[in-house]
């Protein structure tokens, strides 16, 4: 089930895991499997790829990353195949999300020796060009009737639907502020008058799509499994240079559109 209305549907290079992460929640849909059940079982996926990264078992630890960002991509479709949207499920995802960000990247720059400040910088540089990806995406779904469970701008503590409880939605957002606040803050700097674009062309969207964290995983998987874990770190800071170019992109090209 898509985001996005079929007119402003584009090929999304990270979400390559669609298709089976719609089998596996048509799978759940009739079971008491919960989106947030899923979730826990993406964090899990990615803890074993985080064993294997450490223990130099790179297929395996590429194969878990993938499946990561497949079931990454489950949790959303089964809630909406359930139609049991949910705040507290949007906002643990990304905690659980960028936590799981930190920890490979750690494990990349251990089994690399790399200085800490190079792993600090890459895992900057990868929740930038994320949040950008998703702030562009964000946009276009809130201006074009498509999935609005994010928000372009997560200032205030959202209304729990009925179905969850507000003091967990409360503690999730809370979290979810301190964690991504000020990569938003980032963006919105750079970009700040994005929001006024009615539409992105698709040609763009795939594009930067590039930068959405399942191409990112995949990035890494394939870089494993090719044995060059000692530039995984480098090439995700350098690829921040194309964070500048489609910003640029947006300001100098897209402003009427």
Do not use: C
Not at 20 to 41: C, D, E, G, H, R
Not at 200 to 227: C, D, E, K, N, Y
């Amino acid at each position: 089930m898509s985001k996005l209305p079929l007119e402003f549907q584009f090929l999304d290079l990270s979400d390559y895991g669609r298709k089976p992460a719609t089998f596996i929640a048509t799978i759940f849909k009739n079971t008491s499997i919960t989106p947030v059940q899923v979730t826990l079982m993406f964090i899990i996926s990615g803890l074993l790829a985080i064993y294997f990264i450490l223990n130099h078992q790179f297929f395996l630890a590429a194969y878990f990353l993938v499946l990561k960002s497949v079931l990454d991509a489950a949790d959303g479709e089964l809630a909406r195949i359930k139609n049991t949207p949910s705040y507290t499920g949007r906002y643990f995802d990304s905690i659980s999300d960028i936590i799981l960000n930190a920890l490979f990247l750690l494990a990349i720059g251990f089994i690399s020796n790399a200085p800490w400040f190079m792993v600090l910088f890459a895992f900057i540089a990868i929740q930038l060009q994320g949040t950008l990806y998703n702030y562009y995406y964000v946009i276009l779904r809130n201006r074009n009737d498509g999935d609005d469970t994010s928000r372009i701008f997560e200032t205030k503590t959202p209304i729990a639907f009925p179905q969850e409880n507000q003091k967990m939605v409360d503690f999730v957002f809370n979290l979810y502020n301190v964690l991504y606040r000020i990569f938003d803050l980032s963006i919105y700097f750079l970009d700040k008058n994005a929001v006024r674009n009615q539409s992105f062309p698709s040609w763009f969207m795939t594009m930067i799509s590039i930068f959405g964290l399942g191409f990112q995983l995949l990035f890494i998987a394939v870089m494993l499994v090719f044995h060059l874990e000692n530039y995984i770190l480098v090439s995700i800071i350098l690829a921040s240079i194309l964070l500048l170019v489609f910003v640029a992109i947006r300001k100098f090209f897209l402003k009427n559109s």
